[in-house]
């Protein structure tokens, strides 16, 4: 739980877990960090995708709607499994709560049951692998209902214009945080669902995975796009949810940093998720 390694600000970095009996408590932890770190990086891990492009199809992929109906289908069907999230202010520095060390969370979902639910089976080895204790979630999980009312009852979504949100390739993870929101299946269409992502998280959402498409020289996944920024992994393994999230969030303050200096330069780039 408590791999550390150094930060540029020197201190190490450390992720918090959180289960059903330290939701509350670690919400309003972050609600009380989030005023001075209003950045805020999101990953998803979740038991893959159970519907997937022929090879023959691949085509359909440079077609919106069609990908949507994909990511449609697959997170309706499928549960969340992991949330990580990073908070950071514009200098990459972290909350640290007045301790040695900067803090990060890990959510771990009680909703995903190995036994009954659809699943890919290669993601959930390669997740298992990564150190995911499905029995564990089972048992001291989250329930994604109990979330969604504890993130809105203290402002942690609809709070727009203050927060900036970060993902790599973000359309599932914004997918499954709608669908854990509304607790419901997602919209029938793009339009509605980007109408719900703005409800509850504004209009000053980076996709990374979007944004580096105006770069030259950056493509690829996000470790891929990490080295290309000279950026390294400080904490955990990729695919876990708190690791990848910090990884997005100092990628996205790289890129910022070497790419323009001013955030408004990024106004075309925001509001969009990649394939969507």
């Known amino acids: ?76 069907a499928l549960n969340i499994i992991q949330l990580g999230l990073t908070l950071s202010d514009s200098e990459g520095r972290m909350p640290c709560f007045g301790t040695e060390f900067s803090v990060l969370w890990e959510f771990n979902f009680r909703d995903f049951d190995i036994d009954r639910d659809h699943q890919n089976p290669e993601s959930i080895s390669l997740l298992q692998r990564q150190g995911i204790d499905f029995k564990r979630n089972k048992k001291e999980g989250i329930n994604s209902w109990d979330f969604a009312e504890l993130v809105a009852s203290y402002g942690l979504v609809r709070n727009s214009s203050k927060l900036t949100w970060v993902t790599f390739h973000g359309s599932y993870d914004f997918g499954f945080l709608i669908k854990i929101l509304t607790q419901r299946c997602l919209p029938c269409d793009i339009d509605s669902l980007m109408d719900l992502v703005a409800d509850y998280f504004g209009f000053k959402v980076y996709d990374m995975k979007y944004m580096i498409q105006f770069s030259n020289g950056l493509h690829g996944g996000l470790e891929r796009v990490a080295k290309s920024l000279y950026v390294e992994r400080m904490v955990g393994k990729s695919h876990q949810a708190g690791s990848d999230s910090l990884l997005t969030m100092q990628a996205f303050l790289r890129y910022t940093e070497r790419y323009s200096k001013d955030y408004k330069n990024h106004n075309k780039k925001n509001f969009v998720l990649y394939g969507l």
């Open 1 to 76: 739980n408590k791999s550390m390694t150094m930060t540029p600000q020197s201190k190490p970095v450390i992720v918090r877990q959180v289960w059903a009996d330290n939701l509350e408590f670690e919400i309003s932890q972050i609600n009380e960090a989030i005023l001075d770190y209003p950045f805020v990086a999101i990953d998803t891990e979740f038991p893959g995708t159970i519907f997937q492009l022929k090879p023959n199809m691949t085509y359909l992929s440079h077609y919106p709607p069609f990908n949507y109906y994909m990511m449609k289908s697959n997170i309706d």
